[in-house]
């Protein structure tokens, strides 16, 4: 008995041909969609420089090319050039920078710039910075940047002439949108401090610093992010901590205002955990200022509570610093 040719079903193989197919026709329609948006990408980028050199800013991505086809797009320059003769001359110069986002996940940026980087700074000293691994991460949101990364291994910085020559094992920055408020967060460790400004024989220490600017994220949404800028704000430093490689330890927390004029006004709680170990180092910074200091570490334990370790309110006023009735600084305006 015959059967109907109506009941036979699709043979394999030509469901296997129209599986190619679709798959060639996916991949390809995938693969103009990434074209596509690789060419944007590249005429923003194109469209940026040339924004800068409308305002007299000269920037030049050598090599500009976008890559990562098929699951990422990023930028890669061969070297990275700028300068800017309406603010002294400045100028920077770097080598390879590479960056790349997740097609699935285009709003997070991941960067990396290779050492060297050379500057020409605005009072025309040279910069030179090195250092074995500088990686970034950013994710922008509605408003802009939603917040940012940057950590370096092996930092090296110096000023022409060993004027200064600082070293970092670890350099990290972070900053973020909480609400309104910008959170920011800085960390050296393993941090070297020498060249012929800086004070002789000065141990390794590590620098932790948190600080929030109340309404402050419009600067992570395109608002210049200048020390003038800063001025009519307010804000909070957290855990800001200072240590000495083997030796002493200090905090500082408080709230603070910057008024227009750039003058900073607070209360900040300041523990100094082995202040003889601080005294030490002062001391052999400033030699033949030694009783002048020990008197200095006395009054310290006396108003901190005795001991080596002490807890003082530092307040500022208009910049001036006081412990208690006595003034014992100025900070200059921002």
Known sequence: MERSSAKRGMRPS????????????????????????????????????????????SLECDNLDVRGYPFRLGVFCD?????????????????????????????HVVSELEAPV???????????????????STVFGTSGLSR????????????EGGAIDATANTLQLHTRRNGEDLELAFMLEGARLGGLVAPANLPSFDVVAE?????????????????????????????ATAAIDGGGRAVLNGPFEIAENGLISGAFDLRIER??????????????????????????RAFGGGGDTVSVTLQVSDGRVALGIISIGRIPPI
């Open 118 to 136: 050379r500057a020409v700074l605005a009072n025309g000293a040279s910069l030179a910075l090195d250092w074995q691994a500088l990686q970034s």
């Open 14 to 57: 030509t469901k296997i041909v129209l599986l190619a197919m679709f798959a060639v026709v996916g991949v390809g329609i995938y693969s103009a969609g990434w074209y596509y948006l690789a060419g944007q990408l590249a005429a923003r980028v194109e469209g940026l420089i040339a924004s800068l050199s409308d305002d007299g800013v």
């Open 275 to 300: 202040l003889s170990d601080w005294q030490a180092l002062i001391a052999a910074q400033m030699p033949g200022a030694e009783g002048t200091i020990e008197t200095a570490t006395g009054f310290l």
């Open 79 to 107: 070297g990275i050039s700028a300068s800017d003769p309406s603010n002294g001359d400045l100028s920077v110069t770097t080598a390879a920078f590479r960056s790349a986002a997740q097609i699935y996940r285009p709003n």
């Open 211 to 239: 600080a929030i600017f109340s309404n402050g994220a419009d600067f992570l949404a395109g608002r210049r992010l200048a020390s003038e800028e800063l001025r009519g704000t307010s804000g909070r430093l957290t855990n």
């Open 148 to 159: 940012a990364s940057l950590q370096g291994n092996a930092v090296v910085a110096q000023i």
